[in-house]
T-cell receptor
Framework: DVKVTQSSRYLVKRTGEKVFLECVQD?????MFWYRQDPGLGLRLIYFSYDVKMKEKGDIPEGYSVSREKKERFSLILESASTNQTSMYLC???????????FGQGTRLTVV | GQSLEQPSEVTAVEGAIVQINCTYQTSGFYGLSWYQQHDGGAPTFLSYNALDGLEETGRFSSFLSRSDSYGYLLLQELQMKDSASYFCANAGMDSSYKLIFGSGTRLLVRP
């Protein structure tokens, strides 16, 4: 069974902290994505990776960075968390050229 | 750039048919896909249209018209469990299948 696993379901962090969100997929997929989901705004792409150590900015990369040292793992880093980064974060993976992406269960991050 | 527009909310009655529209503007286009997301859950893939026309999968069908930059998801014989958010998505030609989503349509099915 296809699986994308995010390390935490809920996180509470303080303003200014460095935050790591981890995502692991077991499908040997080339592509991995980090999205942010806020009410009424859909899924907005933060960063995208199409291979190990390769990354591209999405629509809202400011305040975030990513790391992909191994094919199965894609990490999202909030360099200095701020309250406006309180959101649901979703990781996904896909195998091009398929448009079928598989999502993790999401991490609800609250920054206080 | 890429943008996909959807209505924010649609309401329909159990047993009816509902159509959720998606118009897009992209610098490149491979095809249009559709995802379903229940409250508290993760999005799950429903369908994909690479070519113009209708694709049918059980109660759900998806349509694409490249010339009109338009597609829709058709849900038939609506059930209460179909109440969810529906997203259209596109992997444009900006790079290697970078998947961009619309803002989503919340479907409420009433008894």
């Amino acid at each position: 069974d296809v699986k994308v696993t995010q390390s935490s379901r809920y996180l509470v962090k303080r303003t200014g902290e460095k935050v790591f969100l981890e995502c692991v997929q077991d499908m040997d997929h080339e592509n991995m994505f980090w999205y942010r989901q806020d009410p009424g705004l859909g899924l907005r792409l933060i960063y995208f990776s199409y291979d190990v150590k390769m990354k591209e900015k999405g629509d809202i990369p400011e305040g975030y960075s990513v790391s992909r040292e191994k094919k199965e793992r894609f990490s999202l880093i909030l360099e200095s968390a701020s309250t406006n980064q309180t959101s649901m974060y979703l990781c996904a993976s896909s195998f091009p050229p398929s448009d079928e992406a598989f999502f993790g269960q999401g991490t609800r991050l609250t920054v206080v | 750039g890429q943008s996909l527009e959807q209505p924010s909310e649609v309401t329909a009655v159990e047993g009816a048919i509902v159509q959720i529209n998606c118009t897009y503007q992209t610098s490149g286009f491979y095809g249009l896909s559709w995802y379903q997301q229940h409250d508290g859950g993760a999005p799950t893939f429903l369908s994909y249209n690479a070519l113009d026309g209708l694709e049918e999968t059980g109660r759900f069908s998806s349509f694409l018209s490249r010339s009109d930059s338009y597609g829709y998801l058709l849900l038939q014989e609506l059930q209460m469990k179909d109440s969810a958010s529906y997203f259209c998505a596109n992997a444009g030609m900006d790079s290697s299948y970078k998947l961009i989503f619309g803002s989503g349509t919340r479907l409420l099915v009433r008894p």
